[in-house]
């Protein structure tokens, strides 16, 4: 089964700009998750979604790729039937003509 989460959009500190580091930005969060379903156990996406944003708030990372790099311990962790892992964080208003995006998949095949 894949479970994909599109555009989780919230406030949270990242960056190495100072003003990034003083002012909450807009992150929106894209990530397609692949596990094993089998006997009625699933993953649940609510949850999933609340711990993609969670870790990014909390982090406060300097580097979009430190944030990816937790992202993905973190919900291998939560949700060990979890295959393989796409992630893409993006700040969508951190420049005026376009979208910054930093992307990354892992297996645990």
Same mark, same amino acid.
Request: charged share 30%; aromatic share 10%.
């Given at each position: 089964?894949?479970? *994909?989460?599109?555009?989780?959009?919230?406030?949270?500190?990242?960056?190495?700009?100072? #003003?990034?580091?003083?002012?909450?930005?807009?992150?929106?969060?894209?990530?397609?998750?692949?596990?094993?379903?089998?006997?009625? !156990?699933?993953?649940?996406? *609510?949850?999933?979604?609340?711990?993609?944003?969670?870790?990014? +708030?909390?982090? +406060?990372?300097?580097?979009? !790729? @430190?944030?990816? !790099? !937790?992202?993905? =311990?973190?919900?291998?962790?939560?949700?060990? +039937?979890?295959?393989?892992?796409?992630?893409?964080? *993006?700040?969508? @208003?951190?420049?005026?003509? =376009?979208?910054? =995006?930093?992307?990354? #998949?892992? *297996?645990?095949?």
């Amino acid at each position: 089964m894949k479970i *994909s989460i599109r555009a989780l959009r919230f406030e949270a500190i990242l960056g190495v700009l100072e #003003f990034e580091r003083l002012t909450p930005q807009t992150i929106e969060i894209d990530c397609e998750i692949a596990y094993s379903y089998m006997d009625g !156990e699933y993953l649940d996406y *609510s949850k999933a979604a609340e711990v993609l944003a969670a870790t990014v +708030k909390d982090g +406060k990372f300097l580097l979009i !790729e @430190d944030a990816l !790099e !937790e992202l993905f =311990c973190k919900m291998r962790k939560i949700f060990p +039937k979890i295959e393989t892992i796409e992630i893409a964080i *993006s700040k969508p @208003d951190i420049l005026p003509n =376009c979208r910054v =995006c930093v992307s990354d #998949f892992r *297996s645990f095949l």
